[in-house]
């Protein structure tokens, strides 16, 4: 059982950047893919970004091309690099582990307490 904790979150002025980082107590390197979800207030969860093991990724529509979702097997941790930051991207900011294929690439049930990302105009 992998533990997981988001760091790297704060407040920043549209147009600018952060990086997320998110730090696993165990390997990851056995977990097949790995994901960023975010929940802004009244809102449901929603996928980001994710990477499976062999470093395919994959987006949301909305952060394409802005945000960069990478993993350092060696260090146990995902990142996920957000440039061009939009109030639109202002939510609570959350990484997990994901099911395989067979299973829909859902996210395991156990939620950390995430990170709080905020971007003002």
């Known amino acids: 059982q992998v533990q997981l904790v988001e760091s790297g979150g704060g407040l920043v002025q549209a147009g600018g950047s952060l990086r997320l980082s998110c730090a696993a107590s165990?390997?990851?390197?056995?977990?097949?893919?790995m994901g960023w979800y975010r929940q802004a207030p009244g809102k449901q969860r929603e996928l980001v970004a994710a990477?499976?093991?062999?470093?395919?990724?994959n987006y949301a529509d909305s952060v394409k091309g802005r945000f960069t979702i990478s993993r350092d097997n060696a260090k146990n941790t995902v990142y996920l690099q957000m440039n061009s930051l939009k109030p639109e991207d202002t939510a609570v900011y959350y990484c997990?582990?994901?099911?395989?294929?067979?299973?829909?690439?859902?996210?395991?049930?156990?939620w950390g307490q995430g990170t709080q990302v905020t971007v003002s105009s």
């Open positions: 997990n582990a994901q099911r395989g294929a067979e299973r829909g690439y859902a996210p395991f049930d156990s």
């Open positions: 165990r390997s990851i390197f056995s977990i097949d893919a």
């Open positions: 990477i499976t093991s062999g470093g395919t990724t």
